[in-house]
């Protein structure tokens, strides 16, 4: 049991570290989007991934280690959280303090990546309104019949010709 407890500590420790250093990486996205600069926000969502990808191995990781301690203890891995496993681990002070200290900066680091990832969000939502907004006016530009455009022989050139001939009445 003190083994997968370790074995646990490192994972969460690793996470922990994987969500820190994804903070610079989305305040930088913040920045981008701000910037509109579109190559750069491909560079920096790269990275991203690649953090990503690293926490779902550790997530992973740590799942299978929660479902063996479970099996150890006899419980159903669903119900053992960093808050139950601490209260488990009540005759062991050291692996309790450490458990709650690893809850509670991983607390902290998620909530600073919760409110980046927010400001992004609506950074993307606005510019997603922007461009649908564009799109209509392109649209709606389209459709409207002759062209905007005025010059000096404007009335012979805006809007349909309607020389002779061009209503027929015996149709």
Do not use: C, W
Request: glycine share 2%; aromatic share 4%; net charge negative.
């Amino acid at each position: 049991m003190a083994s997968l407890m370790e074995e646990l500590i490192t994972v969460l420790k690793r996470e922990r570290d994987i969500y820190k250093s994804l903070i610079p990486v989305s305040e930088r996205k913040t920045a981008v989007l701000i910037r509109e600069d579109l190559r750069e926000l491909q560079k920096v969502t790269d990275e991203e991934q690649k953090l990503l990808d690293e926490a779902y191995a550790a997530d992973k990781k740590r799942e299978k280690i929660i479902a063996d301690i479970g099996v150890v203890l006899n419980r159903d891995p669903a119900d053992l959280d960093l808050t139950t496993l601490a209260k488990l681990m009540a005759r062991q002070p050291e692996e309790k303090k450490r458990l709650s200290e690893l809850h509670d900066s991983l607390k902290l680091v998620m909530n600073d990546l919760v409110t980046v990832n927010n400001r992004n969000k609506e950074l993307i939502e606005n510019s997603l309104e922007m461009i649908e907004f564009n799109m209509n006016f392109i649209q709606s530009t389209r459709m409207s019949p002759g062209s905007n455009n005025y010059n000096r022989n404007a009335s012979n050139s805006y809007g349909v010709d309607m020389g002779p001939g061009a209503f027929d009445a015996k149709q």
